[in-house]
């Protein structure tokens, strides 16, 4: 009998032990998904910021080519490593998202199309955009 108390007491230690590593390891999990959320949210707040007002351009060399009316620059957008950046003509470059472990970024009209591998998880985003307009010949 005493044999089966101890046992029975072990188990559910273990058990116990067992539930609270899960629902950590489901915290860390559900933090990391939310960091990553906010870093894309983020990114697209830039790439459709007014005081760029980008309009896709192109795409050439795994890049995508969007101009800047406001700022009078083309800007490339592209995964290099784990990131994705984009550079201003003649300027440096600005990582947009870290972590990136695989994806794809095209431009299929009139969405730029986001599929991002983040720590793991897949994110799809699709973000509506315009071709540059030409101004007419007088």
Known sequence: MIETVVALSISLISIVLLCNFLTERQKEIYSSTQTDRQQIIATI?????????????DD??????????????????????????????????????????????????????LDLKLNGV???EKIAFSRETKPLAK
């Open 45 to 57: 707040a830039i790439l459709q910021s007014s005081q760029l007002s980008l309009k896709y351009k």
């Open 60 to 113: 050439s060399a795994k890049q995508l080519v969007f101009y800047s009316p406001t700022k009078k620059m083309d800007y490339s957008l592209k995964l290099s490593g784990h990131r994705l950046v984009m550079r201003g003509k003649n300027e440096g470059y600005m990582p947009l998202l870290f972590n990136v472990d695989d994806g794809v970024v095209s431009f299929d009209k009139p969405y730029l199309k």
């Open 122 to 124: 897949w994110h799809h």
